[in-house]
């Protein structure tokens, strides 16, 4: 029968029917509604170096993984290289909800009004993070902005059997790697045993704590230094020259190859290269500089204006839970976490990855860290002329 003619016949039975059908199927759950979110990040939050097993299931990737947990949600994902492409993007008009900036560009973001608060109360994971990660950095004017999922230092790498074998003091500090000299590189035949990073930032930053200089004394979350202060780093840089085997560009890659080989003594280095090269049976030192060692301290953010500001928060929330803190940011990258359920568990499972990270004392790190934070306005042309002087010196 088709619907014209049951209501020409139905009469007063079929309207009796047709309202009793509407309670009923009113009254059934309806089928939620699939929207699609846009995730800017980085290439590593997208593909982990392994698959992310979920329910027995392997999933290639961070959002399929989140998916398949939530099958009303869809995520078009894409990823930069550097922040400066991820702010350059978003003011150019890209459209995204979820973007994983680190602690350095949060102000850059709220000064384009790029980002909007966060309500914690829609995630799941937020009363399980370790509670120094609710508080540094976060908070704007009394509002969450930004939740911190990994973190990491950086600092010294050295082998100590080089040191050891040659009477080399072993560095404590940005100081001790700044005056090779003072820790007897004199005496060695090539006295050219120190990577450094090819990055004005970087370097000139590493510099300046060695000379106990404050990046940030106005404590506006910039760095800046005035033309004294420059010219201090620029000598000692200068001065290091002699030691300095190379200034790489990819000195996160090249570092392991060239400390197992013997070419490099020393190094700027971090505490997953440095995990690597023990693996594999090389006696490497990690060791935080007394000055305090450089912090980034990376996680997420929902872009202003989201049209599915509950999906966003779903899946920030996500990247919190123990798929993502304990498989792929921990176990994978060797990164800290933020998620102290997540860590207690590894204690468990794991005891040597948290101890040899120090997964379970996230304090320690972010207490005498220095966190890595943008340029002021002018410095960058500054500090590059100062480090282009140095490499042409």
């Known amino acids: 029968m088709n619907r014209r003619k049951f209501l020409i016949i139905g009469g007063a039975a079929a309207l009796a029917a047709v309202i009793g059908g509407y309670w009923y199927w009113t009254s059934l759950p309806r089928r939620e509604e699939v929207v699609t979110i846009n995730l800017y990040t980085w290439e590593e939050e997208i593909y982990p170096d392994e698959p992310i097993v979920v329910d027995g299931k392997e999933f290639d990737t961070i959002p399929a993984a989140f998916e398949y947990l939530h099958p009303n949600i869809k995520v078009n994902a894409s990823y930069y290289g550097d922040q400066d492409k991820m702010v350059a993007d978003l003011l150019g008009g890209k459209r995204a909800d979820v973007i994983a900036p680190c602690l350095d560009y949060i102000p850059v973001l709220l000064e384009h009004d790029l980002i909007e608060p966060i309500d914690t109360n829609l995630l799941d994971n937020w009363g399980k993070m370790f509670p120094i990660f609710h ?3 976060v908070k704007y004017n009394g509002k969450v902005y ?4 990994n973190y990491g230092t950086e600092a010294i790498d050295y082998l100590r059997p080089a040191f050891q074998q040659y009477g080399l003091k072993e560095p404590e500090s940005w100081y001790d790697f700044f005056h090779p000299e003072e820790l007897g590189f004199d005496k060695l035949d090539n006295p050219r045993k120190i990577l450094m990073p090819d990055d004005a930032k970087m370097s000139i ?13 106005d404590k506006d979350n910039k760095w800046e230094l005035d033309d004294s202060e420059l010219q201090e780093v620029k000598d000692l840089l200068i001065s290091q020259k002699p030691y300095v085997l190379k200034y790489s560009e990819e000195i996160d890659s090249e570092m392991p190859t060239l400390m197992a080989n013997g070419d490099i003594y020393m190094s700027l280095g971090w505490a997953p290269e440095t995990l690597e090269l023990r693996d ?9 500089p007394e000055e305090g060692p450089l912090v980034f301290l ?10 599915y500001r509950e999906a966003a928060h779903k899946l920030v929330d996500f990247y919190l839970s123990e798929y993502v803190q304990g498989q792929v940011f921990a176990e994978q990258y060797w990164y800290g976490i933020t998620n102290e359920e997540v860590v207690n568990k590894l204690k468990q499972e794991d005891p040597d990855l948290v101890e ?11 207490a005498v860290g220095v966190f890595e934070y943008p340029l002021d306005d002018g410095e960058e042309e500054r500090w590059d002329q100062v480090w282009n002087e140095v490499l042409e010196a």
């Open 298 to 307: 990376c996680g997420n953010s929902i872009v202003k204006g989201t049209e």
């Open 135 to 137: 508080e540094k950095g």
């Open 280 to 288: 594999e049976g090389y006696d490497v030192v990690y060791v935080l």
């Open 205 to 217: 930053a590493m510099a300046a704590l060695a000379l106990g200089i404050d990046l940030d004394k």
């Open 146 to 149: 930004f939740i911190p999922t």
């Open 356 to 366: 040899g990270l120090l997964l379970d004392k996230p304090q320690e790190a972010l």
